[in-house]
């Protein structure tokens, strides 16, 4: 198989991946768990706690998705926002 063609069918497969729009690129959310002031601690304070994302699994990034639900792959420019199919039908 000639390298234009191994190139061809790498972009045809491979996801535009696109920053996770939950944890804004990072991997992991940062919330704050108020914690009212009690027996042992006179006044309240906000705690920082933090979880991975789950919308992208810690990776910052998830596969940018047509709205048919299957992965706009890099074949279609890094702009594209819809799949290959879809494109097709227009
Ligand atoms: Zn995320
Ligand atoms: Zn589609």
Redesign the pocket.
Known sequence: MGKMKDLLIELQETPIMTPCPDCFGEGDIIYEVPRPHNVGRDVGVIDVEMEICETCSGDGEIERL???G?PVTKIMGDDAE??M??ADEQ
């Open positions: 047509c709205d048919c299957a819809v799949c199919e879809c």
